[in-house]
T-cell receptor, first 112, second 115 residues
């Protein structure tokens, strides 16, 4: 079964700290992986999309990596700010399927 | 502005009263999908459509209907809503490359309460 796991479910860090969010998936036959941010009661905002042929993608203070062999992606946030507080979700698009599976997310709180 | 628009954003209804949640995208995307989000369960796919007149069941299709008569619109229909359909609903769209789903773009969500 194709599953996506995000651990921990919640994370609290002081402002300015660099942090890593994790996303694990059970099937290495992925097509792409997307990271999203969700603010309370709001929609999902796309942060980064990594194709299966790529190792990483960067946007500003965010860097996402992909290791298909270990079934893992990480989202690195540099110099965290209170405005980064949100829930972060990863979503895996599977090769051979018109399907995307979401993790349950990591709720991040950055304390001023 | 490229966007996915859902309406209504908030709705309170009663058991059995048919309702439709509309979804429209202005990016000429082939792929559209509906998800529901519940605490502890994450986002689960209800239905998806790979193109006009092509729809397929997701993981939790029971109690829902969809149609895709035009490329830009993908309404979600609850024929006889029940309290267990109280949830936050999201519509998403995506271009398709070589038949694969690419970057997903989400609407703002529709919070539905069924009494």
């Amino acid at each position: 079964k194709q599953e996506v796991t995000q651990i921990p479910a919640a994370l609290s860090v002081p402002e300015g700290e660099n942090l890593v969010l994790n996303c694990s998936f059970t099937d290495s036959a992925i097509y792409n992986l997307q990271w999203f941010r969700q603010d309370p009661g709001k929609g999902l905002t796309s942060l980064l999309l990594i194709q299966s042929s790529q190792r990483e993608q960067t946007s500003g203070r965010l860097n996402a990596s992909l290791d298909k062999s270990s079934g893992r992606s990480t989202l690195y946030i540099a110099a965290s700010q209170p405005g980064d507080s949100a829930t972060y979700l990863c979503a895996v698009g599977w090769r051979g399927y018109q399907k995307v599976t979401f993790g349950t997310g990591t709720k991040l709180q950055v304390i001023p | 502005e490229a966007q996915v628009t859902q309406n209504p954003r908030y709705l309170i209804t009663v058991t059995g009263k048919k309702l439709t949640v509309t979804c429209s995208q202005n990016m000429n995307h082939e792929y559209m999908s509906w998800y529901r989000q519940d605490p502890g369960l994450g986002l689960r796919q209800i239905y998806y459509s790979m193109n006009v007149e092509v729809t397929d069941k997701g993981d939790v299709p029971e109690g829902y209907k969809v149609s895709r008569k035009e490329k830009r619109n993908f309404p979600l229909i609850l024929e006889s809503p029940s309290p267990n359909q109280t949830s936050l609903y999201f519509c998403a769209s995506s271009p398709r490359t070589s038949g694969r789903v690419e970057e997903l773009f989400f609407g703002e969500g529709s919070r539905l309460t069924v009494l």
